[in-house]
Structure formats: structure tokens, C-alpha cells
């Protein structure tokens, strides 16, 4: 069952580049590869630029300051291998490793440090700090530094090398590559899979699966990043009869995918693109090269879209946990927190939203203000970065909540439930909870820090264009009975003001908002 995935991923890859017989790749990597080896990832270090890619790969597709994070912390540790000596790094995809982490083989050159590489790689060096791909454990296997689960070292030490031509024909293949991916499975993968799914189903043509899984013997994926990022990818069949048929299973599932995704747009739309990508088929050789912008746009649309949608789903429930403390504040006080609190000259200390910290498990952090002393006063002004994960919108940067600001913010005016320094009971909601705001989630440029008593003052002239963008469709907001609505950008700015207020008597049709 978990090697089916791999056997999918093998089969659908598709595109180009001229093969080579001999490869020292295979000298290095053949002594740990085995009989069920379905897959071999290559860095070649001495090619690898981490920087140049990045634009390429991710473009607007993750925030700007997320790449750079990410991408300064593969650099640190690529950079640092190349001083160790590493020459090479292989990922060995094995069925019997899943779905723990894959056997990496470090290649060094002669005389380098082996123990030093493997500190590196299994997060001993805590000089170079931390990284994404840090392995649980490490080993010097045959003057090679072997990476991964336990049961993944102790498998390589065991190993009889297996002959596998195919896969490091598929190696072979991209050895020009900073980074590459050969794929072949092994015999008894393909016959695992043509027991499992002996027939094709009739959406991509029916017919026996075996046109495939034996009709096919590699498939490998290069990373090209000079003079312009190309990805190449190669599928090599056995031949003429079976690479055309692999393609025509390809045309079909595009065309069955097209009539699935209808009522999804941004996915129908990348499907449609990639049903456009026209493989070209030489003999027994099914190619495509594809500039890497272009397959970054491919699948952007329905990144971002799924992206968005996970955001506004964790800001609504941010926004629920802070209207059910509110509510929990009202039972324990007979009223919600003012807007802020106060000295005795009326100066403003603290934010409602330190009021409300023990209400959101934040007991500790609460006694831990001064109740005396202004927000930015010495003490109180060091727990601004101390601000708690409910207070950060997913879809705002990470550099505003690392700076303890909160789009978070309340209507503040007169005849809203946090008019200022007054604190409001509920029985004063003669217009309905259900049709008043509690909180409203800005923009990021309307962020406020999040101890500092500053929210959103309505009496000023404002725009609902302005503040109620902060998600693709619109902003959240969280009303004085708990649920969650959206709220457009283009609503009224008169449903709008009428919805703030508490006791306004205003008539609000609901199809206004």
C-alpha cells in the first residue's frame, strides 16, 4: 500500500533530456542502493545555488520573508557541508522507510571530517543553527555518512547491493542537474501494483494496467538552473507502443480531471494549463521542458487559494476563542472589559486584550503585567513579544506578529460595546448581539500592539474599502453572539456604522451584509 503512491508519482512524471551511459553518481550511491530502492534524489553540492532559485520556485507563491527564512537556513547548511567536503547528497526513497525520514548518503571527499558532516546533518552543530532537514540518526557506513531512522542505518549496513540498471539509467540521465529525482520500481512493486489495480479505470481508457507498469522502465526529473530554470523531466518506455500509450493515459486523465474540477476554478484552470503542456514522443522517449516560472504559475492560482482558505479558517477560530473570553469575562464581571484601563488622572494603561488573557489559558502571562504601569511603561513593555498565537491573523506576515502587533482591534465611538473607559454590560445591546460587532480583524497596515489601549476609532470618516480587505473576499467578524461572519470589502458604510453600534435602533436587513 505505501509504495503505490511512489508507483503513481513514477508513472505520471513526464519530459526530457539526453541520456548518458555512464554516470559516476552510480559508483558512489550503488553500494546503498537495494532491491526496493523506488527512488534516488541528487544534490550535487558543487551546482546546488540555493539564493537564484528560490524566486523562481516559490515567487509569490509564500511570503517574501518566509522564503527568505527558509531559504537562509537550507543555504547555512548546504554552504557548510561544501566546506566539510561534501560533494554530493542522495535521498534513498524506500517503501520500508515510510513514513518515517528517508536514508540521505552524504558523499565527502577524501579526508574530510566524517564525524563533523554527520554533527551537520543529525543537528549536532548547533553552530550553523537550526534546519528543516535535520535526521534522527547518523553513521559512517563504507567511508560514507548515512542519515535517517534507525531501522534505515541498520538496513544499509545489511544491504547486498542490488543490480538496478534502470534506476541509474534514470540517474544517469539528469547528471548534469544541481538537483535531479530517477524513479524506477523495482519488479516487485510492479507487480504488487498489477495486482492491486489490474485494469485502468474506464475514465482513462480502461485496459490492462500492465501497459504501464511493465511498459515503462524509468522516469527522472532535472532541476536546470542556467541560463533560465528549466525543469526537464524524461519517461522512457519499453517501447514506441508503450510511451504512446502512456501518454494517451495521460490525455484522459487530464480530461477526466477537467470534468471533475468545474465547480473548482482555480483548480480547473490549472488543470487546463497542464493539459496544454504537449509531451513530445521520440521512439521509445516521452519528453517535456518546462520553464520553471511557468510551472510555478501553474500551480500558484490554487496554492494561494488553498493558502487563503486555511488562513481565514484559523482566523475565524482565533476570532471565536476571543468573543468566547469576552463572553467569559461578561460572566465572571457582569460586564465586557472596557476598551482599556485607566490611572486615576484617566491616562489609558492596558489593552481589553490583556484583560482577557486568563479567559484564552493565558493566566501566567496576565500576572505578569503591571496593572499600574502604561503599556509601554519599562516592565510592561518587555511582554509585548509575548504575544499570544490567538492574537496573530495567519493570512498577516510573520514579522507582524514577531513585532507584537494584532489586526485584532475593537470599534471604539460612542454607542459601541467599548466606547472607551466605560465598561458595557450586555443587557445595553438593545440592538441584538447578532447584529453587533464585537471585533473586527484590519489590515495589516491598521495593526495595532497588541497591549497598547489603540483600536478602531469609527467616529473618524473611514472607508470599508480600507479596513475590511484584510482576506481575499473580505474581513472576519466576530459579533456580540459569538459567531463569525465575513464581511465584504464593498459592504455600506452605513450598514456598516449600524452594525457597530450597540444601541443605535437602526433596522439591518440581513442580506445588507
Known sequence: MKFSVFLAIAFFLSAISPSHADDSARSEIAPFVGDETIAVVRLDLSRLEIGPLTGSIFGDIVPDDRVKDSTAAVDARIKALKQLGVKDV???????????????VAIPAAGADLKAIGALLCGGNKNVGTSPFELPVCAIVQDRVVAGSNEGIERIRSLKPADRPELFAALAEARESPFSIAIAPSPLQRRVLDEMVPRFPKELGGGSIE?????????????????????????????AESANRFVAIGKNAFQYLDKITQNQPPIAA????????????????????????????????????????????????NLRMIGLA???????????????????????????????????????LYKEFNQDEPWDGPHNKALIAKMPAVYACPASTSKLAASGKTTYVVPRGERTIFPGAEAISIKTITDGTSNTIFVVDVPDDKAVVW????????????SPMDYMNHHVEGSPVVFADGSVRLLKSTIRLEVLRALFTRNGGEVINQDDF
Request: negative net charge; glycine residues 2%.
Open 90 to 104: 542522495f535521498i534513498l526513497v524506500e517503501p520500508a522507510d515510510l513514513p518515517g525520514p528517508p536514508v540521505v
Open 326 to 364: 469576552l463572553h467569559n469575562f461578561h460572566s465572571a464581571n457582569d460586564t465586557f472589559p472596557p476598551a482599556f484601563s485607566h490611572d486615576n488622572a484617566g491616562k489609558p494603561l492596558l489593552s481589553w486584550r490583556v484583560w482577557i488573557l486568563p479567559y484564552l489559558d493565558q493566566k501566567a
Open 451 to 462: 497591549t497598547k489601549p489603540d483600536d478602531w476609532e469609527i467616529d473618524h470618516e473611514f
Open 211 to 239: 501497459s504501464i507498469t511493465q511498459g515503462i522502465q524509468w522516469a527522472s526529473l532535472a532541476l536546470v538552473a542556467a541560463p533560465k530554470p528549466l525543469i526537464h523531466v524524461v519517461v522512457r518506455a519499453r517501447d
Open 270 to 317: 490549472m488543470i487546463k494549463d497542464l493539459a496544454a503542456i504537449e509531451p513530445k514522443i521520440e521512439g521509445n522517449s516521452i519528453a517535456i521542458t518546462v520553464e520553471l516560472e511557468r510551472a510555478r504559475s501553474l500551480v500558484s492560482t490554487p496554492i494561494r487559494s488553498a493558502r487563503a482558505a486555511s488562513a481565514r479558517s484559523q482566523c475565524v477560530n
